[in-house]
């Protein structure tokens, strides 16, 4: 399978720890997008990489918040001293630089924060 | 981007078309309609788009009114692996960041 890769699939942690999840995203794919989920919403976007630079961020990516992709492939994002309201589904997406071409996403690391 | 209204669930009978209805009265020349669906615990799936004219592909086809302002998306023989919550997007294309932006969806339920 080829698609987008995310890891862990699942995450438990407690209040106050830091956690990082990794995307690795569909080769070629210049392009990669971090969404958060909660429960009964759409995704909510959170970050946007081209190649090796962050180039948007949402309001909601607070400075707790932090994503990387030093390379221009795989990209990480960590949450620092995790609190309940952070207990999500991260979804990392990936699309090809060209005008208009979807998003296509991985299946997510649930986040459950006690 | 412009805001869509979807309803919130509809069902569908397993083999009949499902008609999935996106209303985006304020959709401007520049954008496009996406649509893409969740099935439970995986992530969002690509389905199709289009600017203005009808499309097809192997997953659906998506009809787009002339004046643009709804879409229509049709599932022509559903199956109970097409229970899931689709969400039409409409998304700006210019040559800057182009997220997606996703509302609350249709649920649809492919009963047997």
């Known amino acids: 399978d080829t698609g987008v890769s995310q890891d862990p699939r699942h995450k438990i942690t407690k209040r106050g720890q830091n956690v990082t999840f990794r995307c690795d995203p569909i080769?070629?794919?210049?392009?990669l997008y971090w969404y958060r989920q909660t429960l009964g919403q759409g995704p909510e976007f959170l970050t946007y990489?081209?190649?090796?630079?962050?180039?948007?961020k949402s309001r909601l990516l607070s400075d707790r918040f932090s994503a990387e992709r030093p390379k221009g492939s795989f990209s990480t994002l960590e949450i620092q001293r995790t609190e309940q309201g952070d207990s999500a589904m991260y979804l990392c997406?990936?699309?090809?630089?060209?005008?208009?071409?979807?998003?296509?996403f991985g299946n997510g690391t649930r986040l459950t924060v006690t | 981007d412009a805001k869509t209204t979807q309803p919130p669930s509809m069902d569908c009978a397993e083999g009949r078309a499902a008609n999935l209805p996106c209303n985006h009265s304020t959709i401007s020349g520049n954008e496009y309609v996406y649509w893409y669906r969740q099935i439970h615990s995986q992530g969002p799936q690509y389905i199709i788009h289009g600017l203005k004219n009808n499309e097809t592909n192997e997953m659906a086809s998506l009809i787009i009114t002339e004046d643009r302002k709804s879409s229509t998306l049709i599932l022509p023989h559903a199956t109970l692996r097409d229970t899931a919550v689709y969400y039409c997007?409409?998304?700006?294309?210019?040559?800057?960041?182009?997220?997606?932006?996703f509302g609350t969806g249709t649920r649809l339920l492919v009963s047997p």
């Open positions: 997007i409409v998304r700006r294309l210019n040559t800057g960041f182009q997220k997606l932006v």
């Open positions: 990489f081209q190649n090796e630079a962050q180039l948007e």
């Open positions: 997406a990936s699309s090809f630089p060209g005008t208009g071409s979807p998003l296509h």
């Open positions: 080769s070629e794919h210049n392009r």
